[in-house]
T-cell receptor, first 116, second 113 residues
Framework: GAVVSQHPSRVICKSGTSVKIECRSL??????MFWYRQFPKQSLMLMAT?????????EQGVEKDKFLINHASLTLSTLTVTSAHPEDSSFYIC????????????FGPGTRLTVT | GNSVTQMEGPVTLSEEAFLTINCTYT??????LFWYVQYPGEGLQLLLK?????DKGSNKGFEATYRKETTSFHLEKGSVQVSDSAVYFC????????????FGTGTRLTIIP
């Protein structure tokens, strides 16, 4: 149980275009989802926290107009990188927390974004 | 703010060797501490946790003790197996009700037969 999927696993896009990454909780309802970014040989950095049906809360320094997060249902959250640039190339990871879990987050396998 | 400092890798050990991966933290109050493991091609999985000082988390032969006096949460295993090859992340979350996780940089562990 407690499986989180991400789609796509890898994506290459051209500079200036937008790309959407999906995060799904497959066997539980996730009231809260988190989006992280991971640079090579660095730790996961929390970008934003999203609660179903409400606006995401972004961490300091994260551009909310660039990284659009939508948590439209209890099983799906999306991250859209708008007007992507090469510096947005990174590994994006989502996690989800179920209502019954006090603090445990279940992580997706990540999405490798390359902007050319 | 909160921070986690983790032993740099990569770490390569022979099967049945003893493993220690060091983790120290900086936090206000009484954080909860975690070790996550990421196997190739998979998402992070919670390996073990400790929520208060002197607690020992354990799972799959791995152990870590919450040491408040040294602000440490070192991961240990007495005899590693090839299947333990993965990336290990130390993490902490804030006080009760604060669910944000702060991660260390991760340590890649490779076990050779």
């Amino acid at each position: 149980g407690a499986v989180v999927s991400q789609h796509p696993s890898r994506v290459i896009c051209k500079s200036g275009t937008s790309v959407k990454i999906e995060c799904r909780s497959l066997d539980f309802q996730a009231t809260t989802m988190f989006w992280y970014r991971q640079f090579p040989k660095q730790s996961l950095m929390l970008m934003a926290t999203s609660n179903e049906g409400s606006k995401a809360t972004y961490e300091q320094g994260v551009e909310k107009d660039k990284f659009l997060i939508n948590h439209a249902s209890l099983t799906l959250s999306t991250l859209t990188v708008t007007s992507a640039h090469p510096e947005d190339s990174s590994f994006y990871i989502c996690s989800a927390r179920s209502p019954g879990s006090s603090y445990e987050q279940y992580f997706g396998p990540g999405t490798r974004l390359t902007v050319t | 703010g909160n921070s986690v400092t983790q032993m740099e890798g990569p770490v390569t050990l022979s099967e049945e060797a003893f493993l220690t991966i060091n983790c120290t933290y900086t936090a206000t109050g009484y954080p909860s501490l975690f070790w996550y493991v990421q196997y190739p091609g998979e998402g992070l999985q919670l390996l073990l946790k400790a929520t208060k000082a002197d607690d020992k988390g354990s799972n799959k032969g791995f152990e870590a003790t919450y040491r408040k006096e040294t602000t440490s949460f070192h991961l240990e295993k007495g005899s590693v197996q090839v299947s333990d090859s993965a990336v290990y992340f130390c993490a902490l979350s804030g006080n009760f009700g604060n669910e944000k996780l702060t991660f260390g940089t991760g340590t890649r562990l490779t076990i050779i037969p």
